[in-house]
Structure formats: structure tokens, C-alpha cells
């Protein structure tokens, strides 16, 4: 399969910004995606974005990707402690996606 | 409301035994997944099934069988040849001509 990296740990203070980085691999993958498990839980479809966009914006989250280099990030403006989760990078293309190991996010009050 | 349901969310078996993990979706989609996610790893691809009466081996198949026999039902039976069961399994589904999967809550199956 496809190599998706992600550093283990963030851990930031309540209010700062966090940002979660990620390396792929695969250039043909039209999306690439940000879920976030809690828990126990399964995982919640934060955010994706085209693979020939660099930024996309929704609320709190911005999501920026730079094709030439095959990284992706996440930040997570004013973090809270309702935040604190795993936090996957994924891509893929209909049926075949690659999933990261997930970067557990602490936040600290 | 609108989802994924899997049960149950926890699932104990004795080594030997098949055990079956229901997943059902209301969403009307066609695609359906099983993923296996083991500690501090990623989500690896176990099956998928794109339309009823059809499914394909993802990375990791052995030891593991489906059906898709209904649309909105996507079962796993474990068998007893899978070598290490234990593990949280996730399904997801996914609308046709869409990218996104979408998750069920997730069953942990705790082999002994």
C-alpha cells in the first residue's frame, strides 16, 4: 500500500492553534482527508480537500496542501479541550484509501 | 437519522470460533468497507463491496469473509484462520460518484 506519515503526538495549550502535519506518497489521489477519532469511536470526517487545490478553509480548520512536496497539514485555530482526539490523514481515490497512524492531539487547559 | 450502525460495540469469543460483526447503513449508499484498526496503526483495508452481489479483497483478506447480499448490509464473519482477531473493526460506506467514506461507531472484538 501507500506510505501516509504522521508524527504520534501534539500536545498545545487551550486557545493556541495546533497544526498536524502529514507526508503521502501517492500523487494520483484526487482527495486527500482529515477524520478524527475519539475514544471508542469510529472515525468523523473532519475535512477533505481536491488534490489541485493548496488551501481550504472551514471555520476553525484550514487545511493546506503542497502537491510538490506530498504534504498536508491540519490547524485547528483557538484549540479546546473538546479537540483532544487522534487526528488521521488519509488519501485515496474511491475504493482504495491509505490511512495514517494518527497524531493524538492533548489539550492542555 | 441517518447512518452507520454496527453491532455490538464489544464482542468476546473463545480462539477457534467464527464470529460474525453486523454493519448496516441507511444512507442509500453503494460502497461499503471493513477496515481493521490495531493500536497506535492506521486503518487497513480488510473488504469492500461496491455493488450488491459483489465485493473484492482490500491488503488484508485472509482469514476474513463477507457477504453483500442487501444494500444496507455489509457483514464480516471472522473465521477461526484469522491468525490474530483481536482488533477494533470499522466499516464505512460511501455515496456513488462521492470520494468521502463515512463511519460506523466501531465493534472491539477481543479474542481469548
Known amino acids: 500500500g501507500e506510505d501516509v506519515e504522521q508524527s504520534l503526538f501534539l500536545s498545545v495549550r487551550e486557545g493556541d492553534s495546533s497544526v498536524i502535519n502529514c507526508t503521502y506518497t501517492d500523487s494520483s489521489s484526487t482527495y486527500l482527508y482529515w477524520y478524527k477519532q475519539e475514544p471508542g469511536a469510529g472515525l468523523q470526517l473532519l475535512t477533505y480537500?481536491?488534490?489541485?487545490?493548496d488551501m481550504k478553509q472551514d471555520q476553525r480548520l484550514t487545511v493546506l496542501l503542497n502537491k510538490k512536496d506530498k504534504h498536508l497539514s491540519l490547524r485547528i485555530a483557538d484549540t479546546q479541550t473538546g479537540d483532544s482526539a487522534i487526528y488521521f490523514c488519509a488519501e485515496g481515490n474511491f475504493n482504495k484509501f491509505y490511512f495514517g497512524s494518527g497524531t493524538k492531539l492533548n489539550v492542555k487547559p | 437519522d441517518g447512518g452507520i450502525t454496527q453491532s455490538p460495540k464489544y464482542l468476546f469469543r473463545k480462539e477457534g470460533q467464527n464470529v460474525t460483526l453486523s454493519c448496516e447503513q441507511n444512507l442509500n449508499h453503494d460502497a461499503m468497507y471493513w477496515y481493521r484498526q490495531d493500536p497506535g496503526q492506521g486503518l487497513r483495508l480488510i473488504y469492500y463491496?461496491?455493488?450488491?452481489?459483489?465485493?473484492q479483497k482490500g491488503d488484508i483478506a485472509e482469514g476474513y469473509s463477507v457477504s453483500r447480499e442487501k444494500k444496507e448490509s455489509f457483514p464480516l464473519t471472522v473465521t477461526s484462520a484469522q491468525k490474530n482477531p483481536t482488533a477494533f473493526y470499522l466499516c464505512?460506506?460511501?455515496?456513488?460518484?462521492?470520494?468521502?467514506?463515512?463511519f460506523g461507531p466501531g465493534t472491539r472484538l477481543t479474542v481469548t
Open positions: 464505512a460506506s460511501r455515496d456513488r460518484g462521492r470520494y468521502e467514506q463515512y
Open positions: 480537500i481536491f488534490s489541485n487545490m
Open positions: 463491496s461496491q455493488i450488491v452481489n459483489d465485493f
